[in-house]
């Protein structure tokens, strides 16, 4: 059983009024198979969380780990963090003109394994992907991101994710912008890649929605920088009743 391990992280970046620390300790323990939900306001630190775990160099770490089997991600590059089994689905998916979405998987998918998948299993497995995910077999030769729609980003994302076979997903986000077909459709390829690999998914929402299709073990609130509360599913649905005042008052 893998597991990802962040313990006591505080996280600053630096903006027009100076430095200014955004995680203020935080504890979060993952192991293979579990869903966690991380919850919280604007600003609270969710976002930041799951850039830091990736490498973002605009996250600054100044105190704490991120053990991923006991190995040091800190010290990990990029690139090297990816390879290891950490995958990050972006909110804002960045577009790259010119490459196509079927050279980017293939690259990708050579560079995580260290040798390039043979052609006819790969081209099958991508369209077995595409059509679990509701994609039109023309959108591989569409390059990548560029011009697609919110939701089209999105299950972009979570191909990418089945192919790849991490062994943490870390989930930012990704029901921002979809609309309930697109959100039924993404949540259930994550549901697909939890169920197949055993996968960790470390996933930050806004809302409720989406777990009502992916349903964590566990739920954490974020307030500050800090977590303010965890529980179970049920505290997500305390939340949707509720909403963050009385943590934010707090």
Known sequence: MAILQIKNLHVSVETDQGTKEILKGVDLTIRSGEIHAV??????????????????????VTQGEILLDGENVLEMSVDERARAGLFLAMQYPVEIPGVSVSNFLRTAKTAITGEAPALRTWIKEVRESMDNLKMDATFSERNVNEGFSGGEKKRHEILQMELLKPRFAVLDETDSGLDVDA????????NRAHAANDLGVLLITHYTRILKYIKPDFVH???DGKVAEEGGAELADRLEAEGYDRYVKA
């Open 39 to 60: 919850m919280g306001p604007n600003g609270s630190g969710k976002s930041t969380l799951a850039y830091s775990i990736a490498g973002h160099p605009k996250y600054q």
């Open 183 to 190: 959100l039924k459709i993404v949540a259930e390829g994550v």
């Open 221 to 223: 609130v974020f307030v």
